[in-house]
């Protein structure tokens, strides 16, 4: 609907750079949550292989 709008007011190449303006952002926070995601999954890797999650979902599940 944007678009259509921008082509009668021949204001489109303000609506694309805001666009890709947009897409950059977007790639932005998709990036720096696939870092937070990898790191997590690293972390609970190396505290599987240790042991530690056993132990926590012990302790959490009160001895049942």
Known sequence: ????????TRSITAVSQAALDFAG???????SLTGVMTLW?????????????????????GGL
Not at 1 to 8: E, K, R, S, V, W
């Open 25 to 31: 952002t977007a790639f932005d926070i998709a990036f």
């Open 41 to 61: 999954l690293g972390l609970l890797g190396i505290a599987d292989k240790a042991g530690l999650v056993k132990v926590l979902a012990h302790s959490l599940r």
């Open 1 to 8: 609907m944007g678009t259509i709008y921008a082509g009668f």
